[in-house]
């Protein structure tokens, strides 16, 4: 497993990135086989994608700005197989321009999924969207507008929050204000801190089945967080509140 050595929330500019991890400097997709990683950047300040966290849950929108996405093209192949292919995710954030905050390595919690998008050319086409998380979990700065409690949240608040966004942009354009994401609308109160929840020790050593990865063995319990080794796809390290609220883990 690749150490870029950084902390979680820790600013970088473009070339930081580059140098650490040995990837290219363009693009939210960037695939370095020097450290057998992959960069993707959710980027707020361009308008192009619309990505957005539900229920701790980012939803992260597939590589190509105009016309239908195909999942097996390029970094969109090696994002929706990283599970098994050996290959680290780590996640960056752009809310201020040219500022990428580090959200640490990230893993896929469900199955990609099809969703419609307007493209770059302002038509819509059908986009992929990967619903990722940080593993383990971690409270790194997030854009308040693109942040939902939960999918009934997102249903009734979230509809419009992409177009209400490119206005805001393009009025900061016609403005010729330098930076164009220096104040992004707080639409929300600032929520409760989320209180951690540990995971119950007494089930070290017990079996488990995963909705994605099959049976597997609970090697150990640190904190809200537990170590699993699957038959499948060996070690993981996964949030228990997540797993059982979701429905993904089951123990036997």
Request: aromatic share 8%.
């Amino acid at each position: 497993m690749f150490n870029p050595g950084l902390e979680i929330g820790q600013i970088l500019k473009n070339a930081d990135i580059v140098e650490k991890f040995k990837c290219g400097n363009m693009g939210g997709m960037r695939r370095s086989k020097t450290t057998n990683t992959l960069v993707i950047v959710s980027d707020y300040t361009k308008g192009i994608y619309h990505d957005k966290w539900i229920g701790g849950v980012l939803h992260y929108t597939g590589m190509g700005k105009s016309g239908d996405q195909d999942i097996r093209w390029s970094q969109n192949a090696t994002l929706a197989d990283s599970d098994f292919n050996g290959v680290d995710v780590h996640l960056f954030e752009v809310i201020d321009a040219g500022e990428y905050i580090y959200c640490g390595r990230i893993e896929l919690v469900d199955k990609p999924y099809a969703d419609m998008q307007p493209g770059e050319d302002g038509n819509d086409r059908k986009v992929w969207m990967f619903p990722i998380r940080p593993v383990p979990d971690n409270d790194v700065k997030k854009p308040p507008m693109f942040v939902f409690k939960d999918i009934e949240d997102y249903k009734s608040r979230g509809k419009n929050v992409d177009s209400e966004y490119a206005k805001f942009l393009e009025e900061n354009k016609k403005k010729k204000v330098k930076n164009s994401s220096a104040v992004i609308p707080v639409q929300v109160s600032k929520p409760e801190p989320k209180k951690i929840v540990n995971a119950p020790d007494d089930i070290e050593a017990k079996t488990v089945n995963h909705k994605k990865y099959g049976v597997g063995l609970i090697k150990k319990v640190e904190g809200p967080n537990i170590v699993i080794t699957f038959k499948s796809v060996g070690e993981k390290t996964l949030n228990y509140e997540v797993c059982m609220k979701n429905k993904l883990l089951e123990i036997l």
